[in-house]
């Protein structure tokens, strides 16, 4: 027989009774004997003959006492998990036999570990006699890395001797089921010495690993798509962003950015060279939350989109999500971005530094106290005025204005014990801009958090957050006689408590969320005595939010894994303010106000209890392929108002209330994914459609900034979208990288009861960043271990514009006739991008690591239009203009040092 080694070893007995032996009851004094002495004793007193060899059974005890059972029933308890079975020859006869196919792939698991000199470590759990029949045992844990104690989320977690895999979660906790016995456990995890468990276990145990990374670690950052991380076997719709290798792809002026990043993945696209924000699968700017620490950001740029607000080198992971969202992230409609920040080393100090054309940056963080306390602490600053003064445009003269920005981060965390960990986060950016004999635009974020993480048991984990934040913008206005500052600002107070745990095959998370938002939508003060300028001050706005959220992770078999969650969000706008009354069945407009309604401090005005299901699956085909559904639906109660496409600091966000609902939107998205010899290459086909209620969009030449009768300047309708996105990822090799296209398409319809309660007449219109093709290819190429040539192209079809057709002559005055609402479209849009990189030395034993990294934006010196404007011509005739934001080649040159 194939694989079967048989051994026999003949014990002369003689058959006495001629009843089948596998019928023969324990008698209870066998217990705390070795199985060869049992079979011994059974073989003498019954006159019964055992085949097998010695050595198999040697280490295998009967523990405990078995009274009353059959020698058949004993001998499954003992063998289970193991490679032995049984088959009965004779009624006196039983042969022992064993398929070492398995132990073959754990020898094998072990002498590649012993080769790469992996570090192996044994575990034993139990003794056979506690084994029950048909009931695996769970080995659970958590993986950190072995310095800084942080966990390492998606580890690869393979068994050897079955090839199953799993992954670790967010927080570095994995769990896997095993047949009780001998195993081999690898966990791999990039950039890290691979770790090699060496398993015995009868029972459930808890095995807690610590990995060492690689002596070749430069700390940079890179951005890990799906295939990267098991594109089968990952979320519908879920990227994991690993911070390792960022830098050594292009980047504007070589400075780093994470949004500009997710940019590129697929599903994702922005309006223009200026426009930090992003669209996610035909959603607007508004509908991305964007969370760092736990807490909200409402502007992630610097300098009108140029530059993210965000210092790579202080982030430790990101995940983003757009579609497939887990029910404990809410409050927009779009995708979620969850920025972590990151811990100091807990054993020694690492001091990070860079210079380029635009920004300098510092990292340090250390112990404060070794294996208790660390610190973490970054703060970046600009020098670039001489990139907007370099800026050509018929727009506006830049040639005297000015720019700067700061970002700054710093965290202390603290390990109470093993099991408790507390930080404490602070967050703060700045941005200063200003038009030569116009205006000062200043805008801001500040933010503290605390956070707890606190482990019960081995099944039952928690974290909890407490935290403020605040935005703000203003605009200077340094005209003599119109001398003012308009100004806008939103704080939020934020609290969160989530649970996770593991129940047999589910792991299940819960908790509650609440914020309270106070707003400021708009004031205007004189800034000198000379100014004609009048004082507004529109009336504060408050609302809270809070949730509670269930969300379970199923894994029903090797190839069905389910994932259902509920949301539960309840969102009240509050006093003190007043509400405007309007004549019913007449248009929300001025002339059409009847009456004041007025609400004192926390009465509530409007409440909106959402109900929000969301369910993902994903069926394995295969080892490396599978199908994945995802289904969600979600609520957004804050409102982006703005009647420009990009994010821009005049922008105000507006929270639903007596006449804005909340935004709803649900999406349906389905995919088949595969990765190609052994995870080298990996390829996605996704699709989606998603349906959106009581979006929000401006009227015709509405006027949005201080107007305290908001309300009449914007109308509410549905939209939709839908699209196919396809990726290919080459993961090893010399030459590695992705190709990521998107068809899509973004609708918008505002149907009212009468002409101005509707847009384009009711009928559907595309959105302002309806862009029905986007290709993004990103490549590297190892020239060398130090040097890397890498590259990127991207393209997107021109998003829609409203556009003058025509112009009359009325008292003088000229009046042009629009198109219908977004009929035309702006040129197309691409670029290609290049840069190398040199890297330092790589041997351990160096005090300090630096890399160089030269780029090209824009190699081939595209004019990409950001807008199109109008100038009246000497005839009175509106003539078009395009504005190019980066309309030439940009080279640069960054460095940047460790030790």
Known sequence: MRNILLTLFILNASWVNGQNILDYKFRGDEASKPLTEVLNEIGDSEGARFFFLPEWIEDIQVDNDFSGRTLEQVLNILFEGKELRFILMYPDALVIIKDPSKAIMRKRAIETALREDSKIDKYRFGSPGQVQPDKPITISGRVIDNKTEEPLPYTNVQVADTEAIVTTDEQGNYRVELTPGSHVLNFSYIDYDPTVIDLTAYENGVVNVEMEKQSVMLDEIVIQGQANQEMATSRIGETQLVMKELKRAPAFLGEVDLIKQVQILPGVTTVGEAASGFNVRGGSVDQNLILYDGLPVFNSSHVFGFLSAFNSDAISEVSFFRGGTPARYGGRISSVLDIQSKDGDFQEWHVKAGIGMVTSSLMVDGPLKKDKTSISASLRSTYSNWLIHSIDTDYADLSNSSVSFYDGMIKVAHKVDKDTK????????????????????????????????????????????VGMSSYGYSVLNNDYLTASELSFRINTATLKAALYTKKGSHKLNYGWQFSHNKFNPGSLEPTSDCSNAGKVDLDKQYAIESAFFIGDEIELNPYLFLEAGLRLPLFINLGPGEVIKYESGQPVEVTTATDTSSYGSFQPVKAFLGFEPRISMRLMTSANSSIKFGYNRMFQYLHLVSNSTAVTPVDIWQPSGYYFKPQRADQVSLGFFKDFKEKKYGTSVEGFYKYMNDIIDFKDGAELVLNPHIETELLQ?????????????????????????????????????????????????????????????????????????????????????????????????????FSERNQYRIPDYHRLDLALVIEGNHKRTKKWKGNWVISVYNVYSRKNPYTIFFKNSENGVPKPNQLSIVGTIFPSISYNITF
């Open 422 to 465: 507390v930080s404490v986060s602070g967050y703060a950016s700045h941005d200063s801009f200003s038009l030569s004999g116009d205006s000062t635009y200043r805008w801001s974020n500040l933010q503290i958090s605390g956070r707890l993480d606190h482990r019960f048991n081995s099944n039952l984990d928690g974290e909890f957050i």
């Open 717 to 817: 309708g549905t939209g939709r979208s839908y699209g196919l996105e396809f990726s290919l990822f080459k993961n090893s090799g010399r030459l590695s990288g992705s190709l990521n296209y998107t068809y899509s398409r973004s609708f918008r319809t505002i149907s009212g009861s009468t002409e101005v309660e509707s847009i384009n007449d009711g009928k559907e219109y595309p959105s302002n960043f309806d862009q029905p093709h986007i290709l993004n290819v990103t490549w590297k190429y190892s020239l060398s271990r130090r040097y890397y040539f890498t590259g990127g192209f991207t393209y997107h079809t021109g998003r829609p514009v409203t556009i003058p057709l025509s112009a009359f002559q009325l008292e003088n005055t000229t009046v042009a006739y």
